[in-house]
């Protein structure tokens, strides 16, 4: 399942649930709980609560956190009337707000990561349409280029001509080392389909100049 955009900034104030704001805190929080989780676009990482903008993973602080909850939720307080209950808009309550900010841990998807460009799935599918991916915990943040999958040797052997072409004027002591250099730029791009470690590239020269950095810059270019 890919959550495509991050809607809990666009609901529907009408399609929204509808939690009264009063005296029982744990019914709130967890009402408001299911509304970001239904809302979708908040995740939790590294024991924050996160949002993706721009490609970006962004702490949500307290008072966004506030803004989200407004957002994907109606808030309401009930009070007596004339002629029975009755009810008007609210904000959600701070103290909401700052239980669920301050909790130890949250029942919304964990983020694993923020990739812009295609990568693999662990079980060798293709991970190509922006946004959430629930299956991995990665979102997909494309950089803006456009970027086709293949499915065939020939496009396999184009493409790889293609990286070969980037460094063919490297001074390479022998093929070994340009194989290993390819190596490397597809672990980085396929780093997320590999659950454990993957191999490490050592560059090194005999003289200064040679093009070492230079080497490296490409290989994370190319996997950015």
Request: include cysteine; aromatic fraction near 4%; charged fraction near 20%.
């Amino acid at each position: 399942m890919t959550a495509t955009q991050d809607d809990a900034e666009s609901a529907d104030p009408a399609a929204v649930p509808r939690i009264v704001a009063g005296p029982h805190l744990p019914r709130m929080v967890d009402a408001a709980l299911a509304a970001l989780v239904e809302a979708g676009g908040l995740y939790h990482l590294a024991g924050s609560l996160v949002v993706v903008r721009g490609g970006v993973a962004r702490a949500v602080s307290p008072g966004y956190l506030r803004e989200l909850m407004a957002r994907a939720a109606r808030w309401v307080r009930v009070y007596a009337g004339v002629d029975g209950p009755e009810e008007s808009p609210a904000l959600p309550p701070r103290e909401v707000v700052d239980a669920i900010h301050s909790r130890p841990s949250w029942d919304v998807p964990e983020l694993r990561g923020v990739v812009r460009a295609p990568t693999l799935r662990p079980d060798g599918t293709v991970l190509v349409e922006p946004g959430f991916d629930a299956g991995t915990g990665l979102y997909v943040a494309p950089h803006g280029l456009a970027v086709r999958v293949g499915d065939t040797r020939i496009e396999a052997v184009a493409a790889l001509r293609t990286l070969r072409s980037v460094v063919e004027e490297m001074p390479w002591t022998c093929p070994a080392d340009r194989s290993s250099w390819l190596a490397t730029v597809l672990a980085l791009c396929c780093r997320h389909a590999v659950d454990g470690p993957v191999p490490m590239l050592a560059i090194s020269a005999t003289a200064a100049g040679s093009g070492k950095s230079l080497l490296a810059d490409v290989a994370a270019l190319i996997a950015k």
